[in-house]
């Protein structure tokens, strides 16, 4: 059987990146897939390639009452809700002095604030299925990355926000894990810019060895511990980052 047949799985950045692959991987092995996004175009492309399995709403997570409704939205579509891969991010690099307010909210935003959204809804049905929740963290959540101060506390915040769930649920059913990904070619590390004047030196301990990754790499992963291979797994942050952290 399928390793997600019968199950509905909300992903959110589906339309690009790791979100999109977690979405195609889920659905090829059997889950029907609610992708949220705020890119439209891109989630169009997605659907047309998906079929029936993927259904899509544009949604700003970072906008608590737009979460609440994409999830309850994704429940009254398909019946009921078994995983949560909470993919949506954005990176901004800043000299540290220069990250104006405008910047420290898009970062916590999305990356912090709209992960809670999602989760927060999510939780009640997902006790109802004994599912569970794979966060996107990051490498950065763990080290202390030169020229990202919001987008490193952002992922250093997901990663204990990600042991705190799970500690909160620990004697239901529901398990809360995260991955840590390292870098990858998608639509973020295409459009990152570092700005005038950086010390290259600095980002040398993040920049590692074995080059970067593809997207799929990360499904993989996100797959794996939302899957029930991963049943023993909760409060987990699973590093896939080629080594960077490994030292
Ligand atoms: N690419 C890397 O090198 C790398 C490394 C470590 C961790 N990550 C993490 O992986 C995750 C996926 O990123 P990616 O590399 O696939 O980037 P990506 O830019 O290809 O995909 C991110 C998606 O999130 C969506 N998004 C942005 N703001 C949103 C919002 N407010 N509401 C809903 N959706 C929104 C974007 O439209 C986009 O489709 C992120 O959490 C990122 O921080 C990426």
Redesign the pocket.
């Given at each position: 059987m399928a390793k997600f047949e019968g199950k509905v799985a909300l992903v959110?950045?589906a339309?690009?990146?790791?979100?999109r692959a977690t979405a195609r991987q889920m659905v090829a092995e059997g889950a029907d897939v609610y992708g949220?996004?705020?890119?439209g175009e891109?989630l169009d492309k997605v659907a047309q390639e998906l079929g029936q399995a993927f259904k899509a709403a544009v949604?700003?997570?970072?906008d608590r009452e737009s979460a609440q409704a994409a999830v309850s939205e994704c429940v009254d579509i398909f019946g009921k809700l078994d995983i949560v891969a909470n993919?949506?991010?954005?990176?901004r690099s800043h000299h540290a002095t220069d990250v104006d307010e405008a910047t420290w909210r898009l970062i916590m935003?999305?990356?912090l604030d709209?992960m809670f959204w999602i989760t927060q809804a999510a939780i009640p049905h997902l006790l109802e299925t004994s599912g569970n929740i794979v966060n996107?963290?990051?490498?950065?959540g763990f080290m202390g990355q030169a020229y990202t101060v919001p987008y490193c506390a952002a992922?250093g915040a997901v990663i204990n926000m990600t042991r705190a769930l799970a500690m909160e649920y620990i004697k239901t059913d529901l398990r809360v894990n995260a991955i840590a990904?390292?870098?990858?070619k998608?639509?973020?590390?295409e459009n990152y810019h570092v700005p005038e004047g950086i010390d290259y030196s600095l980002m040398q301990p993040y920049t590692g060895f074995r080059g970067m990754a593809e997207?799929e790499t990360?499904a993989n992963a996100i797959c794996w511990m939302a899957s029930d291979e991963a049943s023993r797994c909760t409060g987990s942050i699973l590093s896939v980052d080629g080594g960077l952290t490994a030292a």
């Open positions: 959110t950045g339309a690009s990146g790791v979100g949220i996004d705020i890119n891109g949604c700003d997570i970072s993919v949506a991010g954005v990176v935003g999305v990356n709209g996107v963290a990051s490498n950065a992922k990904p390292g870098g990858m998608t639509g973020m590390t997207p990360a």
